[in-house]
């Protein structure tokens, strides 16, 4: 509050809350994006990001390295996806409700061991000050911009090559848009897709460990309030791509920082409403861009949920 | 193995066991669920073991404080009205094939609702404000979860998203609606509705300390089960979900249907809002959102979304649910444990499905023939 630059306090805050909320959606957005594009849908992120959130936080403080408990977060992240894939491989079963299921499970399990975790305080994950030429402080702190969302970038980046370019990529889709193409082609889509399922849980457990790790930056029970159910909403919104996908977070991201930014400068009259912006925001856009004839643009074709 | 069966004509080659034919297919929706939860609870102990601690103290903990005594029996079966309703939101939909997962947001509306009532009410007799105040839980939980329904036919919104979306909406405008308009100036720590006065209250069932909302909820089951399993509105709702399009040629009303099914699902949930306020809190207030329409899920899953046998599974989980306090104080353990054993319970209940068909000992054709 040292400099004041008025009405401008708003929009600053609300950018850097945005890069500092998208990050979470980021990653679980680009795990989806993964797992949907080979024909599953996993409803249990959610979960997985607040199980990754609290055992990174744990691992981060018993080891005493926040990038220790990054990797123990997508480690756990692995195995939940794993869980998912290996269930929904068998015949007969919903993958929307084991997803829901899988959900509780997560959660269940991180308030659980989370207990001990509440209290004591890990390291955090190190930011880089991109706001250096600014030297306007609000300017300064929102550019204040956290190393896993830089990787984050170069991750959607990747993760869209892949899906363009690569054999990998092209496996990826075709399992994701035709179980029989695949068999005819010789590949077994229940493996890849089990394969697509444990990386995109992988992806859910790194977002997990950034809101434990660097923000809001400490474990409690209510760390997630549906930004990975929010992320799973988003993907269809990004028309399963993994470039949309970093917008619509960075978008899903200013949304959750309205009502911080309008408390910041004093604007506190109702602001539980504020805080229901990003899910009115996720429901809003997915009424505009779903089709009541169900054949959505970009949508893989083994995917239940547009079936 | 169908001609087979054809082929037997009664009286002539008939087994002894052909009584058992029609019992078999039943048998299998009975047995597997029931083989599925003692997995569950067999995980579950495990799990327990591998942190170090006593699965038969658990147990046992467990039946002493949900059934154990005609106290623990009141306790169990005065949380079990709201798991009726929560689970009924649930089945409904999944009728015609859609999985609705926003119950708690119609039954937190429903309550807040209830609560803005009773203060409008206030000095009305019970027997116009009572019904009243029903009528509005309701009717919020219907629009609530119909409007799911809605989105989901007219725009192809996905229902599972949308309804848990609404569900933190709702969670979010009953937080808004308790804590800025309808706040009692005079609730100070913990931001409530204006309590209800003594005539605008649900009593008790005589000669039991259990609101009347478990007889209604009771009544609801079966009139569900009348209504979906007993009328040609059931059967055209099954056959919507089963698919679609079939319904559409057949020149069933589909949309109709989608609505008419979530608003009802909606309209129970939003009854549980109602008696958790107007029976339990007496006012509204963020207590409102304790999980019921979770947990309904998992009722309505393990019921295999049939309203009576929703019965027997929601008074075992409000049981469980009602001994997480003793168990927490007296074997130490946190107080998520409930919680984990209710989503192990639900993983392996999932995991069952795929074992349907499976065993011919289910197969009527086995009793009939061989």
């Given at each position: 509050m040292s400099t004041d630059i008025g009405a401008w306090a708003v929009p600053v805050a609300i950018l850097g809350g945005a890069?500092?909320?998208?990050?979470?959606?980021?990653?679980?957005?680009?795990?989806?994006?993964?797992?949907?594009?080979?024909?599953?849908?996993?409803?249990g992120l959610e979960g997985t990001l607040v199980f990754g959130a609290m055992s990174g936080y744990a691992v981060a403080y018993l080891s005493g390295s926040a990038w220790l408990g990054v990797l123990a977060a997508a480690l756990a992240g692995t195995l939940f996806g794993l869980l998912h894939g290996?269930?929904?491989?068998?015949?007969?079963?919903?993958?929307?409700?084991?997803?829901?299921?899988?959900?509780?499970?997560?959660?269940?399990l991180a308030?659980?061991?989370?207990?001990?975790?509440?209290?004591?305080?890990?390291?955090?994950?190190?930011?880089?000050?991109?706001?250096?030429?600014?030297?306007?402080?609000?300017?300064?702190?929102?550019?204040?911009?956290?190393?896993?969302?830089?990787?984050?970038?170069?991750?959607?980046?990747?993760?869209?090559?892949?899906?363009?370019?690569?054999?990998?990529?092209?496996?990826?889709?075709?399992?994701?848009?035709?179980?029989?193409?695949?068999?005819?082609?010789?590949?077994?889509?229940?493996?890849?897709?089990?394969?697509?399922?444990?990386?995109?849980?992988a992806f859910a457990g790194v977002g997990g460990a950034y809101l434990s790790l660097f923000y809001p930056g400490s474990w409690s029970e209510g760390i997630s309030s549906g930004q990975g159910l929010m992320a799973v909403a988003l993907v269809i919104f990004a028309r399963w791509d993994p470039i949309k996908a970093f917008w619509a977070a960075l978008l899903f991201g200013g949304a959750g920082a309205l009502g911080p930014a309008l408390q910041s400068v004093g604007i506190a009259k109702g602001y539980y409403?504020?805080?229901?912006?990003p899910y009115v925001l996720t429901l809003g856009v997915l009424i505009a861009t779903s089709s009541p004839n169900r054949a959505t643009t970009g949508a893989p074709g083994e995917l239940s949920i547009t079936k | 193995m169908a001609e087979q069966s054809v082929t037997m004509a009664p009286g002539t080659g008939g087994r002894r066991t052909e009584w058992l034919a029609p019992l078999a297919r039943r048998a299998e929706g009975v047995v597997l669920p029931v083989a599925a939860l003692i997995a569950g609870f067999a995980l579950f102990a495990l799990f327990l073991l591998m942190l170090g601690k006593s699965p038969v103290d658990f147990y046992e903990l467990v039946?002493?404080?949900?059934?154990?005594?005609?106290?623990?029996?009141?306790?169990?079966?005065?949380?079990?009205?709201p798991l009726l309703f929560a689970a009924l939101c649930v089945a409904l939909p999944a009728r015609l094939g859609l999985v609705v997962i926003g119950g708690e947001g119609a039954i937190v509306l429903g309550g807040t609702a209830t609560g803005a009532l009773g203060v409008c009410l206030a000095g009305t007799p019970g027997v116009v404000g009572l019904p009243l105040m029903a009528l509005g839980g309701a009717l919020t939980g219907a629009l609530w979860i119909g409007a799911v329904g809605a989105l989901r036919h007219y725009r192809g919104v996905n229902e599972t998203i949308a309804s848990l979306l609404m569900a933190y909406i709702g969670i979010a405008l009953m937080n808004f609606l308790v804590e800025g308009p309808l706040r009692d100036p005079a609730s100070l720590n913990k931001p409530s509705t204006a309590p209800l006065p003594r005539s605008l209250q649900v009593g008790d069932i005589p000669g039991m300390?259990?609101?009347?909302?478990?007889?209604?909820?009771?009544?609801?089951?079966?009139?569900?089960?009348?209504?979906?399993?007993?009328?040609?509105?059931?059967?055209?709702?099954?056959?919507?979900?089963?698919?679609?399009?079939?319904?559409q040629v057949q020149g069933l009303p589909v949309g109709r249907l989608i609505v008419g099914f979530t608003a009802l699902g909606g309209a129970f949930a939003g009854l549980a809002g109602f008696y958790e306020v107007a029976a339990v809190q007496g006012s509204a207030n963020a207590s409102l959102a304790a999980g019921y329409g979770y947990t309904g899920i998992l009722i309505a899953f393990l019921a295999r979304q049939n309203p009576l046998a929703i019965i027997p599974v929601a008074i075992l989980l409000a049981g469980f649910e009602a001994s997480s306090g003793l168990v927490q104080r007296r074997m130490d353990l946190p107080d998520a444990t409930i919680l984990?054993?209710?989503a192990v319970v639900f993983v392996v209940i999932l995991v069952s499905d795929t074992l349907y068909g499976r065993f011919r000992l289910f197969s009527p054709e086995r009793w009939r023939t061989r």
């Open positions: 890069i500092r909320v998208s990050t979470p959606f980021l990653f679980v957005s680009l795990g989806e994006v993964l797992t949907e594009r080979s024909g599953r849908i996993n409803l290996l269930i929904c491989s068998l015949p007969k079963v919903n993958d929307i409700a084991v997803g829901i299921s899988l959900m509780l499970l997560g959660t269940g308030f659980f061991f989370g207990t001990a975790f509440v209290q004591p305080v890990a390291p955090h994950l190190p930011s880089i000050p991109l706001g250096w030429w600014s030297d306007i402080p609000q300017l300064q702190a929102a550019l204040r911009v956290n190393v896993l969302f830089l990787i984050g970038i170069v991750l959607a980046l990747l993760l869209a090559w892949m899906l363009k370019t690569t054999r990998v990529g092209l496996i990826l889709r075709v399992v994701g848009d035709s179980t029989d193409a695949a068999r005819a082609m010789g590949l077994r889509p229940n493996l890849i897709r089990i394969a697509a399922t444990a990386t995109g849980g409403l504020y805080y229901a912006a | 039946y002493k404080a949900g059934f154990g005594t005609a106290f623990s029996w009141q306790n169990t079966l005065s949380r079990a009205a300390d259990v609101h009347w909302g478990l007889i209604v909820a009771l009544v609801c089951c079966v009139l569900t089960w009348v209504l979906i399993e007993r009328t040609s509105w059931g059967f055209a709702a099954r056959i919507a979900g089963g698919n679609v399009r079939a319904a984990v054993l209710k």
